[in-house]
């Protein structure tokens, strides 16, 4: 298939080179370098171009107005829709605005699918991602064998924007399930337990999960390199919020949890692994963790 895929970072590199790995013709363009493992990809002088190469058009952005600038920015990608072709949106981003992105891409005669991640870098690697999907049937069946190529748990969640509120609710579990992994080692390494031995107890019992399996580990060790920045949490919690406001719906632990991100944020952390939130609850006990 000719394939377009706009955004390669931490994510959308390793997620194209998959694409790529499976015979498809890939149409790239990205801000920064393209990776040398996507040499045999076609790199293309605008967004616009993409469009007009591929028949099914993936992005990975970082945000609601990325998205927005390169759909229906100058030489945009509604500049090259045509009928029959497919945008696929597996940025993490508004599901308020991804309905509306969704109707100017109908108006331009193509289909569109909102289809956010969860992984982070570890899964995009290994094409282990979990992936939400909104859009009409016969689209996501149309697109899914691309999915497999990326991902191991797909779900259709339902229509437009669908996807995007799954990654939301995500987000928010994610969030506050590290800040509990956080408050829990940091409690026990400051009563003089090792934080490494409480987490082995802890795997074996209830409390068990995937945020202390690896989360847990990377506050012991210390190894904050980004698999998922704390800034794009952030981003992700302020859309909860925001869209908790415009529902009537109260968020508090979410709210709780954006606050400590915002601690990290304002001591120049938010580029750190959102594992690293526990430097906030750190920075209140005057205690680390570990000493890695």
Same mark, same amino acid.
């Given at each position: 298939?000719?394939?377009?895929?706009?955004?390669?970072?931490?994510?959308?590199?390793?997620?194209?080179?998959?694409?790529?790995?499976?015979?498809?013709?890939?149409?790239? &363009?990205?801000?920064? /370098?393209?990776?040398?493992?996507?040499?045999?990809?076609?790199?293309?002088?605008?967004?616009?171009?993409?469009?007009?190469?591929?028949?099914?058009?993936?992005?990975?952005?970082?945000?609601?107005?990325?998205?927005?600038?390169?759909?229906?920015?100058?030489?945009?990608?509604?500049?090259?829709?045509?009928?029959?072709?497919?945008?696929?949106?597996?940025?993490?981003?508004?599901?308020?605005?991804?309905?509306?992105?969704?109707? /100017?891409?109908?108006?331009?005669?193509?289909?569109?699918?909102?289809?956010?991640?969860?992984?982070?870098?570890?899964?995009?690697?290994?094409?282990?991602?979990?992936?939400?999907?909104?859009?009409?049937?016969?689209?996501?069946?149309?697109? /899914?064998?691309?999915?497999?190529?990326?991902?191991?748990?797909?779900?259709?969640?339902?229509?437009?924007?669908?996807?995007?509120?799954?990654?939301?609710?995500?987000?928010?579990?994610?969030?506050?399930?590290?800040?509990?992994?956080?408050?829990?080692?940091?409690?026990?390494?400051?009563?003089?337990?090792?934080?490494? /031995?409480? &987490?082995?107890?802890?795997?074996?019992?209830?409390?068990?999960?995937?945020?202390?399996?690896?989360?847990?580990? &990377?506050?012991?060790?210390?190894?904050?390199?980004?698999?998922?920045?704390?800034?794009?949490?952030?981003?992700?919690?302020?859309?909860?919020?925001?869209?908790?406001?415009?529902?009537?719906?109260?968020?508090?632990?979410?709210?709780?949890?954006?606050?400590?991100?915002?601690?990290?944020?304002?001591?120049?952390?938010?580029?750190?692994?959102?594992?690293?939130?526990?430097?906030?609850?750190?920075?209140?006990?005057?205690?680390?963790?570990?000493?890695?």
């Amino acid at each position: 298939m000719k394939i377009g895929f706009i955004g390669l970072g931490i994510m959308g590199s390793p997620m194209a080179q998959h694409l790529l790995a499976a015979k498809h013709e890939l149409f790239v &363009r990205t801000r920064s /370098k393209v990776p040398a493992e996507l040499a045999g990809a076609t790199v293309c002088a605008t967004n616009a171009d993409v469009a007009r190469a591929a028949d099914i058009i993936f992005l990975m952005l970082p945000d609601t107005p990325d998205v927005q600038t390169v759909l229906f920015g100058k030489d945009g990608v509604v500049e090259g829709l045509s009928a029959g072709k497919v945008v696929v949106d597996m940025s993490s981003i508004s599901p308020i605005e991804t309905k509306a992105f969704a109707q /100017k891409v109908n108006a331009a005669g193509a289909e569109y699918l909102d289809a956010p991640v969860s992984g982070g870098e570890v899964g995009a690697k290994a094409a282990s991602l979990t992936i939400m999907v909104g859009g009409t049937d016969a689209t996501f069946e149309r697109v /899914k064998p691309l999915f497999e190529l990326m991902g191991k748990n797909i779900t259709h969640v339902g229509g437009n924007g669908d996807g995007q509120t799954t990654k939301v609710a995500n987000q928010i579990i994610v969030a506050l399930n590290i800040a509990a992994v956080g408050e829990a080692l940091l409690f026990a390494s400051k009563a003089g337990a090792d934080p490494a /031995k409480v &987490r082995a107890a802890l795997m074996g019992g209830f409390a068990s999960s995937r945020i202390l399996e690896v989360h847990g580990e &990377r506050m012991i060790k210390r190894t904050f390199n980004p698999g998922f920045r704390i800034a794009l949490h952030q981003k992700d919690l302020g859309l909860a919020l925001s869209g908790a406001k415009a529902m009537g719906v109260a968020l508090p632990q979410t709210a709780s949890a954006a606050q400590l991100m915002q601690v990290c944020a304002a001591h120049g952390w938010d580029q750190l692994d959102h594992s690293a939130l526990v430097k906030s609850l750190e920075l209140m006990a005057s205690h680390e963790v570990s000493e890695g």
